[in-house]
């Protein structure tokens, strides 16, 4: 079976949380950059109209899937993924494997101040935790000048673990396009986490989270979340479901018959094109 579940072209991985802790130590151990991406269905919609964002996706060392969504879409194609794992449980990892390690963590982004916030709130957490540095760049594009800074801000801090909180897809393809440059072996895009560490978002009750309405708690707190939500992201949810549904249709017949009288097995019906109608 495919270590990796394909949902409308975006591959994920299948692992849990355990599993990813000892890839992300594997990465520390090599010395080599890695780039991790937590996907969601906001991800997935973007890579549908940006092929860029797929391929930056699908070319990362370890992608893991970030919302219940996706969990319901993976479980819906009939090839689930074990657990929800999200930027905050990455971040806990890191601190974790850092703590132990004796390697410090680098927080960049977010409003100022928030980066350093959340680093004291981990060190009261994780009382052994070196904090190789933290710091929140200007909003918008970056200019030269300040990639360079911020190149240099991370290379030199020695740090083996980067959480890059610019929001997705900017964290994303800022990470990509110099991940050989940062000499960090993990990296990751973590969006909002730090201003939950710092109790300036409320996160969802664990109960709510583990309904898949988090999404919802988000949105109660953050009406500007309402587009992305329900206009932009529902809808590829939709098609994720009903791709993975035809699919489970098929299984459960043996095969599909199309008009032209070819069969299809219903794993061939998961790798149709995903932008094909179904």
């Known amino acids: 079976m495919s270590t990796r579940v394909d949902i409308l072209g975006v591959l994920i991985d299948k692992v849990n949380l355990r599993q990813t802790e000892v890839k992300i130590g594997s990465f520390v151990s090599s010395g080599k950059p890695h780039q991790i991406v937590t996907v ?16 930056l996706i699908n070319s990362s060392s370890l ?22 794992i999200t930027g905050l449980d990455l971040l806990h990892i890191g601190c974790r494997l850092a703590e132990r390690g004796g390697h410090g963590i680098y927080l960049l982004g977010a409003e ?8 004291k ?22 200019s030269d000048e300040e990639n360079r800074k911020l190149i240099d801000l991370i290379a030199c801090s020695d740090a083996k673990y980067l959480f890059v909180a610019f929001g997705c897809p900017k964290q994303d393809y800022w990470i990509r ?7 960090v072996p993990v990296s990751v895009g973590v969006g909002g986490i730090f201003n939950y560490i710092t109790g300036q978002v409320k996160r969802a009750p664990g109960w709510v989270q583990s309904l898949g309405f ?41 095969h599909a018959r199309g008009a032209n009288g070819i069969v299809l097995s219903s794993a061939s019906l998961r790798r149709l094109s995903p932008g094909s109608d179904v």
């Open 40 to 55: 969601n269905m906001d991800f997935i919609r973007r890579s549908r109209v940006d092929p860029r964002f797929k391929e």
């Open 63 to 84: 992608v893991v899937p970030d919302g219940m969504p996706v969990l319901w879409a993976a479980k819906a194609v009939g090839d689930p993924l074990p657990q929800r």
């Open 112 to 119: 100022p101040g928030v980066a350093w916030q959340a680093s």
């Open 121 to 142: 709130i981990l060190c009261r957490q994780y009382p052994d935790l070196r904090i190789a540095g933290t710091y929140s760049p200007p909003f918008g594009e970056f």
């Open 177 to 183: 396009d110099h991940l050989l440059d940062l000499h």
């Open 214 to 254: 988090e999404w919802l708690f988000r949105m109660a707190q953050q009406p500007q979340l309402a587009k992305r939500y329900l206009v932009n992201d529902l809808p590829v949810f939709l098609r994720a479901m009903s791709y993975g549904i035809a699919g489970a249709r098929a299984a459960r017949a043996g």
